[in-house]
Structure formats: structure tokens, C-alpha cells
């Protein structure tokens, strides 16, 4: 299984609800990323987890929390957003965060979230 | 600061053209620089690092450091080559950041 995979496809939110992004990978990594990307924008990183530490975090609002359960599941927790949070959310993961001739991201296919 | 400069957002060839996506830098440090490509409906992937050297469907793409430049290359382009294609840094000490350009859409026209 090579694959990062991502749930939902799609949410709609109100601004008053709770809902959760997860993603999965089984491929062993032990480093694993969210990326926001904004319609016609490049992905932004949010959050970087590394052996289920969490090492980065891009200065990412509060009403965004991360979890790492374990080392092949990452979530997203979101509370309270706001219609500017709409966007494609990312998850991605490498082997670990060292470079190596092997360093590679491997990207979900996202989880499109409107804010309403 | 990190940044990634695509100048062109769209470059339209015919099939058979040569293609030349441009990408220019800024990192202080030592950069890992890749380039990472869109097909239509499909997941953010690989296409090349610049520390492997390598050559992925005929694309090629070489580091100057003198110019701060990562230019994706390929001598002949197909319609399969379509595409939104992102240049990306990584940050030192470690592969954590990966900083993107603004993209450069591909069109290959019959």
C-alpha cells in the first residue's frame, strides 16, 4: 500500500460545528504533514508530525488541532472556523523528516472543506 | 526567507515542442529542491529531486546555485505532459518544510 488516504472527499461546515479530517498511511513513515492549499494557491504546510511528536506548527490558528493517534494516523480537528477556511486541506507523509537520496512527500488527493 | 518564484503561470506548447519550466529560489542554506506535479483529478506527486539527478518521463532539471535557478526541462512534450507543476524547497536541517512555488500550468496542444 503506497497510498495516503484521506477522509472525507468533502465537508460542509457550519461555523458553529465540530468535525474532524483524517488521513492514513501504511506504508511505515514516520513523519506526517497537513497542507492547506487555497483555490489557484500553492500548498501552505500547517502542521508537521515526526515519530507522533509534533515538531512544526506553522503558527496555525487555534481553532485548528492536530492529533497523532499513532504512527499511520494523523486528524485534524476543526472547531469554530470561519468561511476563510474554506479550502483543500493536505495530508502528506515522508519516511522520516531527514533528508536521505529517498526523501520524498507522498500527498493524499485532500479533503475539500467549505465553511458555511 | 524561503521562497519559490514560478514566473509563468501558464505555458502552452504544441506537442513536440520543447518545454522549459522556470523556477528561481532564495534559501540562505543549503536547499533541497524538487519538483512536483498535478495531473488532472489526481494527488500531489513526485517528479524529480534535484539530489537524485534523475530524469522522469524525459523531464530533467539541474541545480545552479549561481543562479538560484531549478528549470525543469524536457527536449520533445506530449499531451500527457498537461499538468500543474510545482517547484518545492526544503528547508535544512531536515525535510520538513516544503516551501512551493505558485505552479506553472502545462498545455500541450496536438
Known amino acids: 500500500d503506497t497510498e495516503v488516504t484521506q477522509t472525507p472527499k468533502h465537508l460542509v461546515m457550519g461555523m458553529t460545528n465540530k468535525k474532524s479530517l483524517k488521513c492514513e498511511q501504511h506504508m511505515g513513515h514516520r513523519a506526517m504533514y497537513w497542507y492547506k492549499q487555497k483555490a489557484k494557491k500553492p500548498p501552505e504546510l500547517m502542521f508537521v508530525y515526526s515519530y507522533e511528536k509534533l515538531s512544526i506548527n506553522e503558527s496555525v490558528p487555534s481553532r485548528f488541532s492536530p492529533e497523532c493517534p499513532n504512527s499511520s494516523l494523523l486528524n485534524l480537528h476543526l472547531h469554530a472556523l470561519q468561511p476563510e477556511d474554506s479550502a483543500l486541506y493536505l495530508c502528506?507523509?515522508?519516511?522520516?523528516?531527514?533528508?536521505?537520496?529517498?526523501?520524498?512527500?507522498?500527498f493524499g488527493q485532500g479533503t475539500r472543506l467549505t465553511v458555511v | 526567507a524561503q521562497r519559490v518564484t514560478q514566473p509563468e503561470k501558464l505555458l502552452s506548447v504544441f506537442k513536440g515542442a520543447p518545454v522549459e519550466l522556470k523556477c528561481n529560489y532564495s534559501y540562505s542554506g543549503s536547499p533541497e529542491l524538487f519538483w512536483y506535479v498535478q495531473y488532472s483529478r489526481q494527488r500531489l506527486q513526485l517528479l524529480l529531486r534535484h539530489i537524485s539527478r534523475e530524469s522522469i518521463k524525459g523531464f530533467t532539471a539541474d541545480l545552479n546555485k549561481g543562479e538560484t535557478s531549478f528549470h525543469l526541462k524536457k527536449p520533445f512534450a506530449q499531451e500527457e505532459d498537461s499538468a500543474m507543476y510545482y517547484c518545492?524547497?526544503?528547508?535544512?536541517?531536515?525535510?520538513?518544510?516544503?516551501?512551493f512555488g505558485t505552479g506553472t500550468r502545462l498545455l500541450v496542444s496536438p
Open positions: 502528506a507523509s515522508s519516511p522520516t523528516t531527514r533528508r536521505t537520496m529517498n526523501t520524498e512527500a507522498f
Open positions: 518545492a524547497l526544503s528547508s535544512s536541517p531536515g525535510f520538513q518544510k516544503l516551501v
